[in-house]
């Protein structure tokens, strides 16, 4: 039987065009994550989101119909990858594990991904509330779901006894989250403490602020 011959198109095979569309539709979210995270919703503009992606400004229509689109696409991915490597890093804990041990994690692997490993988890952090109301509304949706992550872990340590008894849950959660978020736009490699001299002081805080001092 003959083998069926592969499609070409500009003297490329078809697998070898999609991988170049791939790796281009890639540069330019890995380009728009950096614009966004650097200069905020508003001041993200796709010619420099283009120049950094080294493409003309008119070839993103062709992978994103809109700026929003864009930018929409690189917040999600931002709020999943957060999603992703807090809970990868709670569940690698042993069995033993404290409900504070298990807080003090997500607190490093936050701030992991919005100081180092991911523009889009910085970008996605920093740009929520700026978002316009239609795709805000949608985001919220990743973001409660990560909401939910934290609220297990506060309330798994409140139920164990480990967390102050006059302490409201809900509050500490999000003064917790609201102190790691703000990080993003105080803290630079360049000067000031290591990121992981950050991450202790945080973890410190959370264990020391959220403690039962009868413990």
Avoid at 58 to 68: I, Q
Avoid at 115 to 123: E, G, H, N
Wanted: neutral net charge; charged residues 25%; proline residues 5%.
């Amino acid at each position: 039987m003959p083998k069926p011959r592969t499609v070409r198109a500009n003297g490329r095979s078809q697998t070898e065009t999609q991988t170049k569309s791939s790796r281009t539709r890639e540069r330019i979210l890995d380009a728009a994550a950096k614009v966004l995270s650097r200069n905020g919703y508003a001041g993200t503009r796709l010619a420099d989101i283009a120049e950094l992606a080294e493409v003309q400004a008119p070839a993103l229509y062709y992978y994103f119909s809109s700026r929003d689109e864009l930018i929409e696409e690189v917040i999600t991915i931002g709020l999943t990858r957060a999603l992703d490597h807090v809970t990868e890093e709670v569940t690698a804990l042993p069995p033993g594990a404290t409900g504070l041990d298990r807080i003090c994690v997500a607190v490093g692997a936050h701030l992991e991904m919005v100081l180092r490993l991911s523009d889009y988890c910085a970008a996605a952090i920093r740009n929520g509330p700026q978002l316009p109301s239609e795709l805000r509304e949608r985001q919220l949706i990743r973001q409660r779901e990560y909401g939910d992550i934290w609220r297990k872990l506060i309330d798994e340590a409140a139920d164990a006894g480990e967390i102050h008894p006059d302490l409201d849950t809900r509050a500490a959660r999000m003064l917790v989250l609201g102190g790691l978020n703000w990080a993003t736009e105080w803290w630079s490699p360049n000067k000031g403490a290591s990121l992981r001299k950050v991450i202790e002081t945080a973890q410190i805080i959370a264990r020391n602020g959220l403690a039962n001092p009868s413990n």
